[in-house]
């Protein structure tokens, strides 16, 4: 398992959250306005510079309007149609 900021799987995990702020119709400034945040932080983890814990993915979930359990069931069920690089 290969533990990347680079990892096709992470960038597939974001990609959920990307999703989910573009469906609430949220920008980035907000985003990061809700959670107490610079922008930069959304910014540097949506484009892969910084990694999310749990607890943040939850939070910023969360403050999107999404359901953080939702996403990863998604997640898991799209595990298998992701090629390892």
Do not use: C, N, W
Request: hydrophobic residues 40%; without cysteine.
């Amino acid at each position: 398992m290969q533990k990347s900021l680079r990892s096709a799987e992470y960038h597939r995990l974001i990609g959920l959250l990307v999703a989910a702020r573009h469906k609430a119709g949220i920008r980035q400034q907000a985003l990061a306005k809700k959670l107490g945040k610079p922008q930069s932080f959304v910014a540097k983890y949506e484009g892969g510079e910084r990694r999310l814990d749990v607890i943040e993915f939850v939070t910023i979930a969360s403050a999107l309007g999404a359901d953080p359990v939702k996403l990863i069931r998604q997640f898991v069920r799209t595990k298998g149609q992701t090629k390892s690089t």
